[in-house]
């Protein structure tokens, strides 16, 4: 999750030098356009986070122009929640954090037949009769496994609170956690601070203090200790603790030019090796894995195909014994599509052509339907096409983040039925947005997502899940 401002609308700016609806408009760090786009207005999210959001109720009519004569006319009333910033202290008990603004839309779209490389309204579903390995196996059992994301527990400064978080995950029968491996600032913080990595033009320096990657240490010690496999991400899309756009501040270019960026992809890189060479030997790694939610918006879906590939042999390099895997939420499929943006080619990711990349050992996908238009039962859609193309392609797929900001039983569980029904059939773990448990600073923190231990959520949607995958 922590995607800012990921909505359906963004990617319909009608001006190079203005921000679109729900693109970043400020902020600490910022230097881009503050202009938002007729309609939006800059609205402060948090110190490093301002957005361009409409008023209540507004009117959006979107054209796209120049689309020619072949068009469908699509009408569609939606309800979109912006997930803002992550909060930038490790102190729960502080009200900070992301903020779900609802909001709602009459949004009217004119979306071009689908061919090759262009947004799809209706294609063939892809079928495969070949016997492929789907599963995926932990300490000798292979299965269906659950889990959950914490992108907080590297951040804590308190081992009584990582152990704690820890016990919970243990305790309930969870098996993956997938955790933020990245703590990126351009400028050096107080000493009470944890930061893992400073960007800067004029030499970048990676923080392997008290302060620094040794919190991730006790992580990776800890969920040895416990059985407990980690997904390890090395760079955030969004800005939260840093992310591309702190690569963008310290070298230049765009979020979108960051792909291709030859400074900053070699510090990436330095960044990938100091990681992977600490925990190579751990047998407390799932997995490594690219980025969070990359997109390039714009780009020809080959950018991030091209990345991925590079970036992920590289990581084979340093580690061969690990799985590596994109990160990404699953955009751009053809395969059941039904018309709907998460579908579209328009961030740049090509789903399928990031599945057949031999150095990526499985596919991951998220499934956010309140940030994309879509409505709850959507997901299940969702969840089976990602599942036939992970067989067509002869991996496994992770449903990586999944959430809703209210009815989460009654909206999640049957994401996690269908999702358990594609056991051995393309899905092969789900990993819910995201833990919620009470440390020594108090609760952690709730985005509207975050399901808490003791909590009829955690009943329905952890417990009974796990029973059920047995």
Known sequence: ???????????????????????????????????????????????????????????????????????????????????????????????????????????????????????????????????VNLIFQIDGKTGYFAGTNSYWIGFLTNNADVDKALDDIVDSGLKILRVWGFNDVTTTPSSDTVWFQKLSSSGSTINTGVNGLQRLDYVVSAAEQRGIKLIINFVNNWSDYG??????????????????????????????????????????????????????????????????????????????????????????????????????????????????????DFGTFHLYPSSWGTLPNWGNLWITAHAAACKAAGKPCLLEEYGYTFNHCAVEAPWQKTALSHASDGVSADLFWQLGTTLSTGQTHNDGYTIYTGSNDWTCLVTDHVAAIG
């Open 243 to 360: 992310g591309i756009p702190a690569y963008v501040t310290a070298f230049g270019g765009s979020q979108t030019s960051w792909f291709t960026n030859t400074a900053a992809q070699t510090q990436y890189k330095n960044y990938i090796k100091t990681v992977v060479s600490r925990y190579s030997s751990s047998p407390a790694v799932f997995a490594w894995e690219l980025a969070n939610e990359p997109r390039c918006r714009g780009c020809a879906t080959s950018v991030i195909t091209k990345w991925a590939t590079e970036i992920s042999a590289y990581i084979k390099s340093l580690d061969s014994k690990h799985m590596v895997t994109l990160g990404d939420e699953g955009f751009g499929l053809k395969s059941s599509s039904d018309g709907s943006y998460p579908f579209w080619y328009s961030e740049g990711v090509d789903f399928e052509a990031n599945l057949k990349i031999s150095t990526l």
């Open 1 to 131: 999750m922590k995607a800012i401002g990921a909505g359906l609308f963004a990617l319909l700016s009608t001006a190079s030098a203005i921000v679109s609806l729900y693109g970043q408009c400020g902020g600490m760090g910022y230097t881009g356009e503050t202009t938002c786009v007729s309609g939006a207005t800059c609205q402060y999210q948090n110190d490093y986070y301002s957005q361009c959001l409409a008023s209540m109720n507004s009117l959006l009519i979107l054209t796209l122009m120049g689309l020619g004569a072949s068009s469908t006319t699509l009408i569609t009333t939606i309800r979109t929640t912006t997930r803002g910033s992550n909060p930038t202290s490790t102190s729960f008990a502080s009200t900070n954090g992301l903020k779900a603004i609802e909001k709602l839309y009459i949004l009217v779209l004119f979306i071009p037949n689908g061919d090759e490389g262009t947004w799809p309204i209706v294609a063939p579903k892809r079928d495969s009769k070949d016997s």
